[in-house]
């Protein structure tokens, strides 16, 4: 695309080399061939040192830039808009059933709906209109995927496993793995006998929920694993059995969540945090990053961070401890000092 | 099913309509179609406001319940079985190799084996009698698996790779990719060279291990990594190369263990621990979530906690460091008055 | 192989019976087959209990062993090449695209490049000379793969995504998975409406990069996400949209790197660590394992550890923080008895 008609598309204005332009960046990563943005004056020497060869600038700019540039009055806005213009169009899956994939005649397909090559869809599937199951995925037994889904290439559902409408499932995710489940049971002469406990249990999925590459949802050992609508899971999050998220709540990569753990609506736990079993987090409550929620949390606080989980106060509070108790050391010193200067005095 | 149905099979006596029950769920996340459970009075509440069509309840409960009820002794286990009678059964992986997978005519494939839809068993593969090896999975070359074992699809076992008797192996699961390990070679000229060591070794998993979604096994850089016999290992959890997991222990969700490190028997690695290479976990030794083990354990603390890992007792110190500051302060702070006073007395 | 074709091969001695031997392990976890190697007389007691059928010794070890033994001059080298010998040949892959493998006809592949089983290359890809693509790999629209790099079985690139020369994915890795963005929009009737941002952008890998199993590299929302040349990262560590890593760095498992960091030339990240976004981290800075980042590191500090990370004498100065205290009780009773007695003296 040349600069001019990028111009043309986000209505600026080009100044300099009608140049070729093939991707959007940042000003510090930008190479030839980029286009960049900055509308901040206090980034001036970045814009100066950018290897772009174009540059969003706003009208009032008065520096000059070491590449073409087009005048706009809003240069983020226009680089998000002119991203979508470069950005190579995200594949068009096409209505149809690819001749390796494998769909067993009992599996109900809706209208438009795309399956890959290599797919496996085994009987008793239902998949809703319009909905995208890609390449070399496993969808078990009797699964139920939602009008408008888009499932990447290699995710697997077990049987049973139900997902909602306009759902979007990242390359490598796990649904309806079983639980973690074992009792330990000491025979009579002694040794241990480890028994799985039979996870009989679905995992659901609600309407509108994205799920990040390589992240597993554990099936309930008996009912289901829930994540409510609209909830957004990142990359390699752990969901285990029974866990129930309400909804419109975010999960950053790395954070884990152990069974049969609620967790209210419109919560974000921060990435790396890990959440124990058997408790409820309140409504709205955010959990930062790396920390470990050992009980309930009721809403009283609204942030938690650290391991075991405190307020901010508390954690700078340990953080601080060093400096208290240097402090203490001094004054109980001239205590001490004064007390025996008194006594020889 | 039908609740009369339920009750019969569970030995208990149904009162109230007879209702369809298709599946079990917690008195909180039932809902029509469902069959829950209680047996403490104390959760009358959750009772009375159920959505279930029929609940569990033991001879002696006295309040209502807003649905048909089923009496019967041991509601919690009563539960269970009706759990197993209502769970879709598990799909039959029937004997016999799908004609899209592909196995090397070297292959040795055991009586009652079960190889899925594009399934690779390369050559060399030795597969003992009634495993299964679902879809899409592959098995590199001169791998072994154990009679019995259950391999779930999008698995990748590489070439060398062990598995012993009645395991199961998750979605995902990745055994046998190399191990970390480079060397920092600094050139005469001052510039640095990053050389691979190579990976030598392979994966060697014992009897009755399961391994959960997304975990990652690495080859030995020479020998063996070992999983020994009835370890339960959770999902997206990580073993470095050259790790010796004796046997009969438990490794929570995304935990990790660095290469060359030796777990003891009967150990618990609790969800995001992580345990530093090059050391010994002594048998029985828990590692508390979140946990960072940077030395070795030699027993002698059964429980440890916080990174870096310590006992309880000094984890609950330090937490407890700001309050005994502050009540210092005020100790100190009534000395000087204290003497003030004495001096202007 | 025999121990005397082994002695041959690393120019040492035999003394004792020419046993089998099948492969190398440690002196503890050897068993009948193994060669394994020992030069430091300290651990002559873990040689005296080995099960190995041939230890490699230096000329000068006068302790006996209960095996054959092979003199030579540096047992630990004798062991590396003996591995070698000894270890499967990876297998080979040679030149050719599998019948079952679905290549786009755009697609370009160079000479000697090997495509596996159920392989998926789309429209536009390029794949360099001699790449080695395995089994169940899924390339997506307009990748270009570098010469020489080895694709492991079951990885996914999303479309757009380049990899450089030299590289090794293992199994599972998933490249240009939509990084995580969101926006909360509250509609005029209080309702929340949650967004997702478009990613735009892609992921790009520079030569000679090594990534572990099932780790996870989002693509850029704007731009690239860069992983610079010579950087090693281990399994399960998740990169976030538009980070970028200058090289010769290394990742070490499950740590993650959080949304447009920079992180410098040299770095070391360490097991479980997690790095802000938005932040700079310095050329040669190591982040400690289970470390949390929250702010930029300028390599004042080459090496921080904790949550939030500090250096390892403020680490060291909160775990001291406990027997601080109870030396300052003490005093502060010494001083009150010390006035109590004063007073009645």
Redo the contacts between chains.
Sequence with gaps: MRASEVAAAVGGTLEGEDVDIT????LE??RKG?LSFCKDPKHVALVEGTLASAVLLPPDWSRGAPCSVIRVADPDHA??AA??L???P??KREPGIHP?A?VDPSAKIGAGVHI???T?V?KGVVIGDRAVV???V?V???CRIGFGTHI???V?L???TIVGADC?L???V?LG??G?G?VNMRREDGS?S?E?I?Q??IVEIGD?V?I???T?V?RAR???T?IGP?T?I???V?I?H?V?IKG?S?L???S?V?GSTEIGY?CLIW??A?I?GHIKIADGVQVG??A?V?QSLDGTQKYVI???A?SLR?VA??????K??QK??L??KA??E??AA??HG
């Design positions: 991707a959007c960046a940042g990563e930008a980029d680089c998000m991203a979508k470069l950005a190579a995200e594949p390796t494998l890959g090559p290599f496996v085994e890609e390449a070399q496993f078990g037994e009797g990447y290439p290699q697997t077990r049987e049973g979007i990242h390359c490598g796990r793995g079983d973690y074992f241990i480890i799985k039979p009989l249990g509108g994205e990040g590459s390589n597993t554990d008996i009912g289901r829930y609209m957004k990142d990359n390699l752990q285990g029974n129930k419109y975010g950053i990569a790395q884990g152990a419109g990435a790396q890990g124990s990053p790396q470990g050992p650290g391991s075991p405190m508390d509070a340990i953080s601080l401890a060093p208290m108790i203490l050391r004054e109980i205590i001490k004064a007390l008194g006594r």
